[in-house]
């Protein structure tokens, strides 16, 4: 009689599907919701150096495409999806899971400038 071989974890499953994507691959969903083909994001990681448009450092394999949400609300498409005029380059996905975070909004950004730079030290 055989061992049934033991079920992965929920968690794990979870984690392999939910895990970003490299710009490369094909089953990348960010450029199209971006409205943006493959071709044209690595032709702007180019324009960029392979550099992220926020941070400047080289960008790894997992990027971001960023769009203005306030962009796509005035031209009448859901935040989340933006379109070739929405898009403001390709970012790490940390600094895009950030500037997400703070809103984007400039003025609480400054405030957060303000605040990392006077920290204690």
């Not at 324009?47 to 769009?67: K, M, S, T, Y």
């Not at 009448?76 to 996905?93: L, S, V, Y």
């Amino acid at each position: 009689m055989s061992v049934p071989a033991a079920p992965r974890s929920v968690p794990a499953l979870r984690q392999r599907r939910q895990r970003p994507l490299g710009v490369s691959d094909p089953r990348q969903p960010t450029a199209k919701r971006q409205g943006l083909t493959q071709a044209e994001v690595a032709a702007a990681i180019r324009a960029q150096g392979g550099r992220c448009a926020i941070g400047g450092e080289p960008l790894g394999a997992l990027v971001a495409v960023d769009h203005c949400h306030a962009c796509a609300r005035l031209h009448g498409h859901a935040p989340e999806r933006g379109c070739p005029a929405c898009f403001r380059g390709i970012t790490c996905t940390a600094h895009n899971t950030a500037l997400g975070a703070f809103g984007d909004d400039p003025a609480i950004l400054r405030r957060a400038a303000l605040y990392a730079a006077h920290g204690k030290h």
